[in-house]
T-cell receptor, first 116, second 112 residues
């Protein structure tokens, strides 16, 4: 079984709808991240969480919200989807290496979201 | 803000040739990481190199880091068609926020 899973894998929705993307991990990591990727671009960080009680905004958090339901689960919501939120969305996890550093990140397979 | 920038944006080579991709960044780092992404799929970690390391190897991959020039290179030797993918460098945020910042990637095509 995959260590980091995302559901759904593909979603087509309409403008104004509320959408939830879910991420689960079995790696036992405290840190979880949500990224967005647009064609030809790198990854942009939406939100991240270093433990169950910790939620932090990334570079592009407007229009998104998250929930860390448990160590293993981190959900991303689009409260009112708009067409420019059409993108690939990735969840990732990492361990905490300490000393203010960043460890290897493990990515899920991605969710392809289309907002019409 | 974009920290790492890869060069070239795209690279096309023949099987068996070596592929070199470069990454430049702007501020001090703790470590630099390289990831591979097959079309439309999740990123896969390749190598992490720390700021006090100059070179690291993993199989056919060789990564160098020059902190004085704020640059890194990824060399893939004896490339194979299966190496066709996009390659991203990622650096930690020197401000200590413990996040990774990704570049836009180099798209590598290895022709059989």
């Amino acid at each position: 079984d995959a260590d980091v899973t995302q559901t759904p894998r593909n979603r087509i929705t309409k403008t104004g709808k509320r959408i939830m993307l879910e991420c689960s991990q079995t790696k036992g990591h405290d840190r979880m991240y949500w990224y967005r990727q647009d064609p030809g671009l790198g990854l942009q960080l939406i939100y991240y969480s270093f433990d169950v009680k910790d939620i932090n905004k990334g570079e592009i958090s407007d229009g998104y919200s998250v929930s860390r339901q448990a160590q293993a689960k981190f959900s991303l919501s689009l409260e009112s989807a708009i067409p420019n939120q059409t993108a690939l969305y990735f969840c990732a996890t990492s361990a905490n290496p300490g000393q203010g550093s960043v460890d290897t990140q493990y990515f899920g397979p991605g969710t392809r979201l289309t907002v019409l | 803000s974009q920290q790492g920038e890869e060069d070239p944006q795209a690279l096309s080579i023949q099987e068996g040739e070596n592929a070199t991709m470069n990454c430049s960044y702007k501020t001090s780092i703790n470590n630099l990481q390289w990831y591979r992404q097959n079309s439309g799929r999740g990123l896969v970690h390749l190598i992490l190199i720390r700021s006090n390391e100059r070179e690291k190897h993993s199989g056919r991959l060789r990564v160098t880091l020059d902190t004085s020039k704020k640059s890194s290179s990824l060399l893939i030797t004896a490339s194979r068609a299966a190496d066709t993918a996009s390659y991203f460098c990622a650096t930690d945020d020197s401000g200590g926020s413990e996040k990774l910042v990704f570049g836009k990637g180099t798209k590598l095509t290895v022709n059989p």
